[in-house]
């Protein structure tokens, strides 16, 4: 607000409105793009720079393998410390946009000669990528409603828990940049239909490709952007930037995202990217038909001929469809596909999907810890993208009702719906916020402005105190913008509560209060991976159960019979049956994988809950998904899982209970207790006298979290 | 080398059919050593031996030189040697260090080894003095039974010989032996010798003619932990912004007896003093005084189990490996610190500057198997040269750190078989330009006006095409 009493001194940095409010913009987005970074730094601060949780670790060691030895060698890369004896063909079985990028930024760095380490590049590869995508989120917002819109869309998922859960400095998954690309396809493809140019059309195929080629999830782009297309032909939008936008998208793209190993055919041979291919000649259809329409002036001729075409095309595609069924050329949709359509259905059919915690269904209360206020905002949000319909908005309401549904289905792809209710909230946000502004800034002679309010109570108020006079008006739209503004301010305080409380702890190392108060730490994992990695021969096979596979791989540098890739269903269920039976039956089975260790996570003395004693139904149940000799109820006492005097004998002698509890019996835990009192689960343990025969005592860790036991060799039969 | 030479010109035609071994030895001046004690010291894994000589010049040309020599077998495992002699009367007394040197004789017999201390006044014909001499053996003692259980202690042998193996002929000798604990399994008996508490006298024993050699083995109990690095890198970066950075990264071995079976951690944690007495639970490293950042971890990340205590005189950091370590495990870490420069880098006269820094490992009852020290200098240094008191092997090395062009220059000296004697101070002497200081901030400033001039000239320039 440039003020005409300053003084002539001050004439040059005078600035022009339209200069005052780029230098406003430019900076509000570069505090947002440090915000979103320094938000997720929550446990590097507390704990220090190290990977987070299970997959993590497995991207870091392929990272580490990438800049190690090179593109071709990890591309070519054949794990034989992972699933033994099959071993593991790394480089077709995963999605390297993750490690590439990593890698790519640790050269730049080294280019530029700073001497990072690449545990550090991976480490802060999330943040990174998360303040990227409040970039993009702002050009989002600005392509589908205004830069005001985009502003508060960047502020917000700048701070969104749903995706802070997945991007905090640590956490390196592929999510981690596979948001941004998700993001960043949907907005060049946006672009491309808005402006029907062949440019933008190549730019969210590349931008597609990243996506393939760094996360699963791009089956939701290749799924979603057909579905939108379809929308918009039905409801007589289409134009022929759109035929330009997703022929170049869907063509490049597609032939890009075949280069990726692991995706390789798929867009031909699976039926879960069948719709795209559908709506492509769908849409070459269409365009022959509008052809044939400016060619023929005859409608009737043209009624007739439309008919015979349509018939041709939807039998023609029937047919052709039928045959790659049948002939197994189409392969039908996968189990977790399935899973996703049907949430009852993995629970169900595939225990190995169920026992996951995050891909239950989701809570309502994990939506409101997630999304806090955006859960109000969105359907506020969606009513003004209605009252504003164009090709932008559409795509935007379409990704937000359909990413909301997968969130109800499992809770990790709450994800995937964050960017969509961010942006939709903003709108509304920046909606509400304007019209208000808008209220308060006009003169008392100017018409009212009130016929673009919102549907929610407070806007119906405020439209109530418009029909009064019009200082009172002022007055309410005050108070409207106060409890905004007083909504926000809660977002952002729950936004940071959320981040440094619930998604800032590694999980590998654990932290307690102690008795004084001050801070107990619980390095016990690491513990028992360095001592793998250093007291065992190089070439020792670990068992444990898959949830520690990546980590033993990682931190412990020893093979693993099963890890957390899980690709071999009767691999993990051999490992639980060996868990849960008997010893002298689970030996000969150590025998045949050729076991060396057996690693248990125990938490009966620290009171860790999470450990394998408590997963043991899974193991229980997954074991005996393949082998019919694993029986659920004999580890259940009239339904109900124990572990104390009560307990099944068949559970009082498994493997896994005498692993976890070898000598436990003779342990204080808990002053005024009995001997052998397990703090996890309450009670104390059922069966304290455990003698083993084939395995011995390695190693325990210091708080007992994590024990290890050598399989001994056979007797001498004479 | 020349005085013995010499001295056997002259003998060589009177005792020419004499035996070789005699002929050698009396033709080594004339000294003969009238009294000699040696005091073993096996309490630790670092073999202490206090040798006091009383030297005579028994011949008619004076001598600065006096030879020790060991056995081949000692002489591996010898870290260090020193030779130190009293001077003054009486209360007045003062220690001097003399020289001491690794000599070969071309023919030893049995491959003996030789040091040649270099007395600070000849000794002359008739007149005797005492030299002290101090030396430590690693690697020296040997766990027998290799293998041991959890629970038992840790027996090692040790083995040396009850006469002290000499060129010269020794009148009078007694050796003490201190064990660490009473318990001693066993011990070879040479007459007279007997044993005390926990210690083993050997002697006196009367005239015995050069090179003799009476092997004895001692078996006996030492539960103190066998801490040896097998490799230790101490990197030490000078910035010349005031900081002083060392980084050393230790693979740190447990080299007593190997564990065997089973590791119970409810027995080691409910009867400490029984189960694992040999087991290495900590490690007391003593660094500079005001150090600062102090880090602990290894390739998996940080290690929480350390404390820092400091004083103005010196910081002591208590590490605790993840694990306790037994007979043959392994660990490996990085300790880093940094310290102030000003108390390090100091410079000369002909304005050159030069760091003075211990070279050994900070670490208290270690040995170390290789040690490499890296001196990383500023960015800009030129004509490094190294000073360091006792003989290492020296190279160069480019390193390339935060932002550097021309890449920095590295000191890198090796030594092997270090014991914490070792930790004396070296000199490194370079000389270094401060203008070079400002390239680095220059550089960043200049990329960051070079950027915004970019974005001002992107604002300013209309790119389109079309107009």
């Not at chain 1, 593991?88 to 390297?96: E, K, S």
Request: with cysteine; proline share 5%; glycine share 6%.
């Amino acid at each position: 607000m440039s003020n005409s009493s300053t003084s002539d001194l001050l004439k040059p940095f005078k600035l022009k409105t339209k200069q005052q409010e780029l230098l406003i913009r430019v900076s509000i987005l570069c505090l947002v793009y440090i915000l979103a970074f320094i938000t997720r730094l929550f446990s590097v601060l507390r704990y220090e720079s190290m990977i987070h949780e299970f997959d993590p670790y497995f991207n870091y060691r392929t990272t580490l393998y990438l800049t190690q030895h090179g593109f071709y060698d990890f591309w070519n890369w054949f794990d034989y410390e992972s699933w033994y004896p099959l071993g593991r063909i790394v480089g077709g079985t995963l999605y390297p946009g993750l490690m590439v990028t990593a890698a790519l930024i640790y050269r730049l760095l080294h280019f530029l000669r700073f001497a990072v380490h690449i545990r550090e590049v991976c480490v802060l590869t999330a943040p990174f990528f998360a303040s990227n995508t409040t970039l993009v989120a702002y050009f989002f917002g600005k392509e589908i409603w205004d830069s005001g819109a985009g502003l508060v869309a960047a502020i917000l998922i700048a701070v969104c828990p749903g995706y802070i859960s997945r991007s905090v400095a640590g956490s390196y998954d592929n999510e981690g940049v596979a948001i941004f690309a998700l993001l960043f396809t949907f907005y060049l493809f946006v672009k491309a239909v808005n402006k029907g140019s062949l440019a933008w059309g190549l730019a969210s195929a590349f931008g597609y490709f990243y996506m393939v080629s760094a996360w699963g999830g791009y089956v939701f782009i290749i799924n979603l952007i057909p579905l939108y297309v379809l929308v918009l032909l039905i409801t007589g939008r289409y134009s022929m930037r759109l035929y330009v936008a997703y022929n170049c998208m869907y063509i490049l793209g597609m032939l890009l995202a075949m280069q990726i190993r692991f995706v390789g055919f798929q867009h031909v041979q699976s039926g879960e990217h069948m719709a795209a291919m559908g709506v492509f000649f769908l849409m070459q259809v269409f365009y022959f038909l509008d052809w044939v329409k400016h060619m023929l002036s005859d409608t009737k001729l043209f009624q007739e001929f439309l008919s015979i075409t349509v018939t041709c095309a939807v039998a023609a595609g029937g047919i052709a469809l039928g045959v790659g069924m049948a002939s197994g050329y189409i392969s039908p949709w996968t189990g977790r596909f399935y899973s996703l359509l049907d949430p009852t259905y993995a629970k169900d059919h595939i225990p190995i999907i169920a026992s996951v915690s995050e891909h239950q269904p989701t809570a309502w209360s994990s939506f409101m810890f997630d999304f806090h206020i955006l859960l109000f905002l969105f359907p506020a949000g969606l009513y003004f993208c209605f009252k504003r319909l164009s090709d932008a908005t559409i795509f935007i309401v379409m990704y937000g009702l359909t990413s909301m549904y997968f969130a109800g289905v499992m809770v990790r792809l709450i994800l995937v719906a964050t960017p969509a209710v961010c942006l939709i909230s903003a709108i509304a946000v920046s909606a509400t916020v304007k019209n208000l502004t808008v209220l308060l800034r006009s003169k008392n002679k100017v018409a009212q402005i009130g016929s673009t309010k919102g549907t929610s109570s407070a806007k119906a108020s405020s439209k109530a105190s418009l029909d009064q006079s019009q200082p009172f008006q002022k007055n309410g739209a005050m108070a409207l913008l106060f409890g905004a503004f007083y909504l926000l301010s809660r977002y952002a305080t729950h936004c940071t509560w959320v981040t440094s409380e619930a998604y800032s702890s590694p999980s590998i190392v654990l932290a307690a209060r102690g008795a004084h108060g001050n801070r107990v730490i619980f390095d016990d994992y690491r513990e028992a991976y360095f001592w793998l990695r250093q007291n065992t021969p190089p070439d020792a096979k670990v068992m444990s159960w898959w949830d520690y596979g990546y980590q033993i791989t990682a931190m412990g540098n020893r093979t693993v019979i099963v890890d957390n890739n899980t690709w071999n269903n009767t691999h993990i269920a051999t490992v639980g049956r060996a868990m849960s039976s008997y010893e002298d039956e689970a030996y000969e089975i150590i025998r045949s994988l050729d076991v060396d260790y057996v690693l248990v996570v125990f938490g009966g003395v620290t009171g860790y809950s999470s450990d394998d004693i408590n997963k043991f139904l899974w193991m229980v149940r997954i074991g005996g998904g393949v082998f019919p000799v694993i029986k659920e109820p004999d580890y259940l006492v009239n339904g109900e899982y124990r572990v104390d005097k009560g307990a099944a004998p068949k559970m009082l002698n498994c493997l896994m209970y005498k692993l976890s509890y070898y000598r436990f019996g003779e342990m204080m835990t808990e002053y005024g207790k009995p001997p052998g009192y397990d703090r996890a689960r309450g009670v104390e343990i059922g069966n304290k006298d455990i003698k083993l025969e084939h395995l011995e005592e390695a190693f325990t860790t210091s708080n007992w979290i994590v024990r290890i036991y050598k399989v001994k060799p056979p007797n001498n039969r004479w | 080398m020349e005085a013995p030479i010499r001295a056997r010109e002259a003998l060589g035609f009177i005792l020419f059919s004499l035996l070789f071994s005699i002929c050698r030895s009396s033709s080594l001046n004339h000294l003969l050593i009238s009294n000699a004690e040696r005091r073993i010291d096996l309490s630790s894994h670092i073999v202490k031996v206090y040798l006091t000589l009383k030297v005579e010049n028994a011949g008619s040309t004076p001598t600065s030189e006096v030879l020790l020599s060991f056995p081949p077998t000692q002489a591996d495992h010898l870290a260090t040697v020193e030779a130190l002699v009293t001077k003054g009367k009486r209360k007045k007394t003062t220690l001097v260090r003399l020289d001491v040197k690794a000599t070969e004789l071309p023919d030893a017999p049995n491959d003996a080894k030789y040091f040649t201390i270099y007395l600070a006044n000849p000794l002359k014909s008739g007149e005797s003095t005492t030299i002290e001499v101090l030396y430590l053996l690693t690697h020296s003692q040997e766990p027998f039974p290799a293998e041991i259980a959890q629970s038992e202690s840790q027996l090692v042998y040790y083995r040396d010989s009850a006469l002290i193996l000499s060129p010269y002929h020794i009148k009078q000798q007694t050796t003490f032996i201190k064990t660490p604990s009473t318990k001693v399994e066993s011990f070879t008996r040479v007459e007279p010798s007997n044993r005390a508490g926990t210690e083993i006298k050997y002697g006196p024993y009367e005239d015995h003619p050069p090179y003799s050699f009476s092997p004895i083995l001692i078996h006996f109990e030492n539960n103190s932990p066998f801490a040896v690095v097998e490799e230790l890198v101490r990197e030490v970066e000078i910035s010349h912004w005031g900081n002083l950075q060392v980084t050393e990264q230790y693979t740190l071995v447990h080299a007593g007896a190997r564990h065997k079976g089973v590791f119970s951690r409810v027995d080691y944690q409910s009867r400490p003093t029984l189960n694992g007495a040999s087991s290495l639970r900590y490690l007391l490293a003593r660094l500079p005084p005001r150090v600062h950042s102090v880090y602990y971890r290894d390739e998996i990340g940080n290690i929480s189990s350390s404390h820092l205590r400091t004083d103005s005189r010196k910081s002591e950091l208590e590490i605790e490996p993840r694990y306790p370590l037994f007979g043959g495990w392994k660990a490996t870490f990085v300790i880093g610190y940094g310290l102030p420069l000003q108390d390090f880098l100091f410079e000369t006269s002909d304005d050159r500057r030069y760091l003075n820094f211990t070279f050994g490992c900070p670490l208290l009852e270690t040995v170390v198997d290789k040690l490499t020290v890296k001196v990383v200098l500023p960015e800009g240094s030129k004509d490094p040269s190294a000073v360091v008191p006792f003989p290492v092997e020296q190279h160069l090395e480019t390193k390339y750190s935060y932002l550097d062009v021309v890449g920095r220059t590295v000191v890198v000296m090796e030594k092997k078989n270090l014991v914490p004697a070792h930790n004396s101070h070296f000199q490194v002497y370079y000389t270094f330009k401060p203008i070079f200081m400002l390239a680095e901030p220059l550089m960043l400033a200049s990329a960051f006006f070079l950027f915004f001039v970019a974005c001002v000239a992107y604002l300013h320039i209309d790119l389109s095409i079309r107009k």
